[in-house]
């Protein structure tokens, strides 16, 4: 086995995960057994609240027995520039662990799951905020005496266990510590809990380690299930499949394809076929505008409502993933809660639309309404009484066409795709870019708000744009300024400009 540290200074090692992950576990792990060995070990943390679920730092000491003859005296803290062996759970925590100086050129095994899971402010962006992963590795490549990663978190899933199990394979693969690997899996098994499962991780973060140019195992693919419905449902599906295959070309039947299954999770084979004559109606316009139209249109029919969230908040897959996560035995109980915060304007939305209008234009209704239902609260939903709550509104999705949010959707949906249909044959790069522009508009509530609006703005644009060679270059600079932020001062400035022209 490799050494680390030289005879006068002792093993460290910095372990960088966020909750749930089972960092302190690791930690325990590597302790138990140096302690087996008859090492003298320590371990620390400093918990961290803020980009994700509470990213901690657990630092741990090892001293040789030959080093005894004085009582050891351990660090509580790492030191930047004097870590042997870096961990972490998530990429970008490799990537903070190296803005920390955790991590040396000289002396630094840095071990690390190459998946991701976002921050806050990845997600809070309003386009795509990720973070380069790319980036992250080029520079922990060059700043780590070693670098070590792979996908931990598939390793774990597929071996029923967590990160922890795979992390410490990958540790006990790379040599970075003076112990033989029976060492490791021992001490998985003195732990007592999961044994079977952490092993399998551990085996396979060691074995990754020990030869990375080993193909990963492959999965069996999960079948989507389309459709569970009557046998006249079944068969209007099956010509919907027939109708991609002989109406549309064959670059965009893939993503129409993804769209027929979206439109019939979202609602039913009507709607699918609905999805299909709006896309048809531009294709037979513009062949080029299929691809795009297929991927948008998709989009803009199965819009984000208060029905849709309580569907899926009360599927059976959704609790069955939701224990598989917490890694729950059959025995145990998982108690979900779910904050809910409904608005005034929601409640009118999921009205027939008559109804719902006339509640908006009264004063006194809709202050009863913000009285009784405009605050926020807690739902249990594994208990029947918060369960049957999102049920019921889950059970309005038959009746989704007849209400005020999906008559204004559909008014939205339809200007739109006119501005589309009425631009293509003269500028289809324009149209395309028009298309693309739906990527603004996501999410419910304020989120919703804020996106039809930027949206807007940038398909009002077009008129000023129109016939310019470059028109299409301007509408995707102003989409792309639309996403930039979130309060829209750089979709204002890019406007001006326009207007400027």
Same mark, same amino acid.
């Given at each position: 086995?490799?050494?680390?540290?030289?005879?006068?200074?002792?093993i460290t090692i910095a372990i960088m995960a966020?909750?749930?992950?089972?960092?302190?576990?690791?930690?325990?792990?590597?302790?138990?057994?140096? &302690?087996?060995?008859?090492?003298?070990?320590?371990?620390?943390?400093?918990?961290?609240?803020?980009?994700?679920?509470?990213?901690?730092?657990?630092?741990?000491?090892?001293?040789?027995?030959?080093?005894?003859?004085?009582?050891?005296?351990?660090?509580?803290?790492?030191?930047?520039?004097?870590?042997?062996?870096?961990?972490?759970?998530?990429?970008?925590?490799?990537?903070?662990?190296i803005q920390r100086g955790l991590v040396s050129p000289d002396k630094t095994t840095l071990i690390a799951s190459s998946h991701r899971s976002y921050a806050v402010t990845e997600k809070a962006k309003p386009g795509d905020g990720r973070a380069d992963s790319a980036a992250v590795l080029g520079t922990a490549g060059a700043a780590a005496q070693r670098f070590v990663h792979a996908d931990m978190q598939a390793m774990a899933e597929r071996s029923g266990s967590v990160i922890s199990s795979a992390l410490f394979g990958a540790l006990a693969g790379s040599g970075a510590l003076p112990f033989a690997r029976g060492d490791f899996e021992e001490t998985i098994r003195a732990s007592g809990l999961g044994v079977e499962a952490s092993l399998r991780a551990f085996g396979s973060g060691f074995d990754t380690v020990q030869a990375p140019n080993r193909p990963e195992p492959e999965v069996a693919a999960v079948a989507a299930r389309v459709t569970g419905g009557s046998a006249r449902e079944q068969a209007e599906l099956t010509r919907a499949l027939r109708r991609v295959d002989s109406e549309f070309p064959a670059e965009a039947r893939e993503m129409l394809v993804a769209g027929l299954r979206r439109m019939v999770d979202y609602q039913d084979v009507a709607l699918a076929h609905e999805y299909l004559d709006r896309v048809g109606a531009l294709v037979r316009i513009d062949a080029a505008l299929a691809v795009e139209a297929a991927r948008q249109v998709a989009v803009a029919l199965s819009y984000d409502d208060v029905i849709r969230?309580?569907?899926?908040?009360?599927?059976?897959?959704?609790?069955?993933?939701?224990?598989? &996560?917490?890694?729950?035995?059959?025995?145990?109980?998982?108690?979900?809660?779910?904050?809910?915060?409904?608005?005034?304007?929601?409640?009118?939305?999921?009205?027939?639309?008559?109804?719902?209008r006339a509640i908006e234009g009264s004063p006194m209704m809709t202050g009863l309404l913000k009285r009784l239902f405009e605050r926020g609260r807690?739902?249990?939903?594994?208990?029947?009484?918060?369960?049957?709550?999102?049920?019921?509104?889950a059970g309005l999705k038959p009746w989704r066409r007849r209400l005020l949010?999906? &008559?204004?959707?559909?008014?939205?949906?339809?200007?739109?795709?006119?501005?589309?249909?009425?631009?293509?044959?003269?500028?289809?790069?324009?149209?395309?870019?028009?298309?693309?522009c739906r990527r603004l508009v996501k999410g419910y509530s304020d989120t919703h708000a804020r996106g039809q609006s930027k949206f807007d703005r940038v398909i009002g644009a077009a008129a000023l744009v129109a016939g310019r060679a470059d028109a299409a270059d301007w509408i995707r600079r102003l989409r792309e300024a639309a996403l930039a932020d979130e309060d829209g001062k750089m979709l204002d400035g890019a406007l001006r400009t326009v207007a400027s022209l």
């Open positions: 086995m490799g050494e680390v540290a030289g005879v006068d200074r002792p966020m909750g749930g992950q089972g960092g302190g576990v690791l930690a325990d792990w590597i302790v138990a057994m140096a &302690e087996h060995g008859g090492w003298v070990a320590q371990t620390t943390s400093v918990p961290g609240v803020a980009q994700r679920t509470g990213a901690t730092i657990y630092y741990v000491e090892l001293i040789r027995p030959e080093q005894r003859n004085s009582r050891p005296v351990l660090s509580l803290m790492p030191v930047p520039g004097d870590v042997d062996v870096v961990i972490a759970s998530e990429l970008m925590e490799a990537g903070r662990a969230v309580a569907d899926l908040k009360t599927r059976g897959s959704r609790f069955a993933r939701v224990r598989s &996560e917490v890694l729950a035995r059959a025995d145990q109980v998982v108690d979900t809660t779910e904050f809910m915060h409904p608005r005034v304007a929601e409640i009118c939305a999921t009205m027939p639309a008559g109804l719902g807690r739902v249990r939903t594994t208990h029947l009484r918060g369960f049957l709550q999102l049920y019921v509104v949010r999906h &008559e204004r959707e559909m008014a939205h949906v339809q200007g739109w795709l006119d501005l589309v249909a009425r631009t293509a044959p003269q500028d289809a790069r324009l149209a395309v870019e028009l298309l693309k």
